[in-house]
């Protein structure tokens, strides 16, 4: 069955222990990104792990070769279970973190098309007429898959494609989860978690649905609720 992650885009540590404290034990996985990392570091996971989450660090690497490997090396140390990569970086690039990561517990996933962009931003982006975003996602998962990369973020409309070409071991992750009657915000490509969860994602990042509700930890057992049903 898919697992949640919940995404702590907040502004510190205080913020984010705030979050937890309302959340309650039905979080376990976490997500931690640029914000939250640039603010309160190698630290906060480590107090996460301390008490007992896993940790996803959603970092979106996007460099050199040799500059990704090693910020590989470093997440590795922290024991993180998941690192994002863009796969824009480039076959070279993706080779070098897969194998910077072999060995380590840490599982390594690309980001193929963020999924704040529709078409119209992508061609914006590539400077060529707009592509049709599930092949461009397909296409750039190829290259993924071939780098030894162990899965994809992609939004839960590309995951049954993602599912059919590379099968069970592969890892999907869906962000852009709304649950009916969520406001959207700046997310093109969304999906509810029932969708998410049929769609064969491994596991579901749930932002501001649950971290903006009135009572995040209600909200998160709706979302849970929800994926349980679908698994049936
Ligand atoms: O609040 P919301 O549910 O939109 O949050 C989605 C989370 O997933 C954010 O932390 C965002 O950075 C992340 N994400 C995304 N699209 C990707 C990869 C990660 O929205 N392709």
Redo the contacts with the bound molecule.
Sequence with gaps: MAEVII?L?VPGADEARALLGRIGDLGDFY?V??ELYTRAGPDFVQELHRAGKRVFL?L?LHDIPNTVASAVRAAADLDVDLL?IHAAGGPAMLQAAADAASGTGLRLLA??????LDADALSEVWGRPAPDVSAEVRRLTGMVRDAGVDGV???AGEAPRVRTDHGRDFLV?T????PTGTDV???RRVATPAEAARAGADYL?????V??AEKPGAALASVLAEVAAAAV
């Design positions: 995404a885009d997500k990104g640029l959603d979106k994002t980001v193929t098309v963020l999924t704040s973020v992609c939004s992750v962000p852009g989860i709304r915000g700046d997310q990042v749930l932002g501001r649905a971290t903006r």
